[in-house]
């Protein structure tokens, strides 16, 4: 029997650990050392949403769990412990590949509403809208206060760490307890208290993004769209700028998913959109960034210089802490080089721990396009808005003549950081480190926001249980009664 249950412990250990690569405690400390010495050389906004006790605290706890147990996982979840309160969301780490999630990762497709999570595709006769109640006898409550610390945001926000968890739960799933082969899943079907089981064995990632484009979240049943792969290609995952019409309203949506598209065929692009738009006589545009991340901020500011009627401007101040690129042994990408991007920016602007300019090079081009908009615009946002989609949309919300609605932005109000990304790899772990060396402080008009916020809507909608079962679009199903009734 004490044979038996040895065996039962050593599969169990090894089964939690699987794929993961074992590093000993000096290797372990040498990654940590390059990985704070980055973070305080060169961010130029370590202590804007965290104070220099917590954050040294946060170094000294982490550093002390190393010991010659620790695997490159371990290091990882200590490091995203550290990122995680900076609130800088272009701060990012990439665990290293040794985890074989692409072979078992976890089934269901998931939405997070209100803090809590319901199946969002009716798979292995569970219902869509299913409440998730506990997976493997952790309630999920736990599950998505452990899964925060792996998405860094902008501020103190939220929004984009959930739409973030909704796609990556199996990744962030075994990060947090290592390969899994079965989940225990306790479920409430809508309408019913009665918690019902299911075990579900892990499948290949493959076949689980596979199930991902039947979201009823995207919102093909409100299209009437049947063929949901499709629907998912045309319209979510397509990151060029497209329009549809509600020819009965008199309204253009244009769908924006990324900014990230070469700028000359990007503008070329919005030219034939608003030529068509105008031709069309169109009254009404909605513009839909709700999954647009960013990209690069020209596009975003050619896309508003045809909606409105004013100069305008995005910045107001950007900053520096350093002209070198700290710890450049393990640089193993940048976007330019320090000489001709940091100094040649930045070296004639001194000041006090670092250097600033207070002008932005790019208001030349923030003007009003002549074949300009002139209709009722609306502007829909969500969480995962971000970096340059968030440019796009402050622009949007200091304009009083246009309407954001949805949720808060993932990106953040007063500032984000940017520009100059420099991207690392830790020595023996290979964690992939990604820092912008660049703090830019955004031109806002309401002063009164709460510091750590995104950009907040003017009319928050956020999904309800019911428009997730019906795969209803509450914001497109606002705006059409909305204009609608203004129309009669």
């Known amino acids: 029997m004490k044979n038996f249950i040895f065996l039962v412990t050593i599969g169990l250990i090894s089964y939690s650990t699987y794929g993961q690569h074992q590093l000993d405690s000096i290797k372990a400390a040498e990654d940590f050392t390059v990985f704070q010495k980055i973070l305080t050389e060169g961010h130029p906004a370590l202590y804007e949403y965290i104070s220099k006790d917590s954050l040294s605290h946060l170094f000294s706890s982490q550093r002390n769990k190393i010991s010659d147990s620790t695997t490159d996982i371990d290091l990882y979840k200590s490091l995203v412990t550290i990122t995680s309160p900076i609130g800088d969301g272009h701060l990012q780490l990439f665990a290293p590949n040794t985890l074989k999630t692409e072979s078992y990762y976890f089934p269901l497709i998931l ?6 999570f319901y199946t969002d595709t009716k798979d292995f006769g569970i219902p869509i809208g299913s409440k998730i109640v506990e997976i493997n006898e952790i309630k999920t409550a736990t599950l998505l206060q452990k899964f925060k610390k792996y998405i860094s945001s902008d501020g103190y926000n939220n929004t984009r760490k959930y739409r973030d968890i909704e796609l990556k739960f199996g990744l962030y799933f075994a990060y947090e307890f290592g390969i899994t082969k079965k989940f225990e899943i306790k479920y409430k079907t809508p309408g019913s208290e009665e918690i019902k089981s299911i075990t579900l064995d892990a499948e290949p990632f493959i076949r689980v993004r596979l199930r991902n484009a039947k979201r009823n979240s995207y919102f093909h049943p409100f299209h009437k769209n049947t063929d949901t792969i499709q629907y998912f290609e ?7 700028p497209y329009v549809y019409y509600k020819k ?12 990230s598209g070469d700028i000359k065929i990007f503008k070329s692009t919005l030219i034939k959109i608003f030529k068509e738009i105008n031709k ?7 513009i839909d960034v709700r999954n647009n991340d960013g990209g690069y901020r020209p596009n975003a500011i ?4 045809f909606i409105t009627d004013n100069i305008f401007k995005q910045r107001t101040k950007e900053f520096v802490a350093t002209l070198k690129i700290p710890e450049k042994d393990y640089v193993i990408k940048t976007l330019g080089d320090e000489n001709l991007f940091l ?9 006090i721990d670092g250097w600033e300019i207070k002008f932005d090079e790019l208001e030349t081009i923030m003007v009003p396009e002549k074949n300009r908009f002139t209709g009722k615009v609306y502007v829909l946002t969500s969480g995962t808005t971000f970096s340059a989609g968030t440019e796009f949309v402050l622009n949007a919300k200091n304009d009083p003549e246009i309407m954001v609605l949805g949720e808060e932005t993932g990106g953040g109000y007063y500032q984000h950081l940017g520009e100059f990304p420099v991207y690392y790899e830790l020595p023996n772990s290979k964690i992939i480190m ?3 060396l660049e703090k830019i402080e955004h031109f806002v008009k ?8 995104g950009i907040l809507p003017d009319k928050f909608i956020s999904m309800h249980l019911n428009d997730l079962i019906t795969g209803t679009d509450p914001l497109l199903k606002y705006l059409y009664q909305l204009i609608r009734v203004n129309k009669n």
């Open 434 to 436: 990604v820092i912008s």
């Open 111 to 116: 939405k997070i509403i209100d803090s809590e």
């Open 302 to 305: 050619h896309l508003f210089s």
């Open 234 to 240: 045309d319209r979510i995952s397509n990151k060029n």
């Open 248 to 259: 009965n309203l008199k309204t253009a949506i244009l769908v924006v998913n990324s900014f």
């Open 446 to 453: 309401d002063q009164f926001v709460t510091k750590g916020s």
């Open 343 to 351: 100094k040649a920016k930045f070296n004639q602007h001194p000041v």
């Open 280 to 286: 069309k006589k169109i009254e009404h545009l909605i």
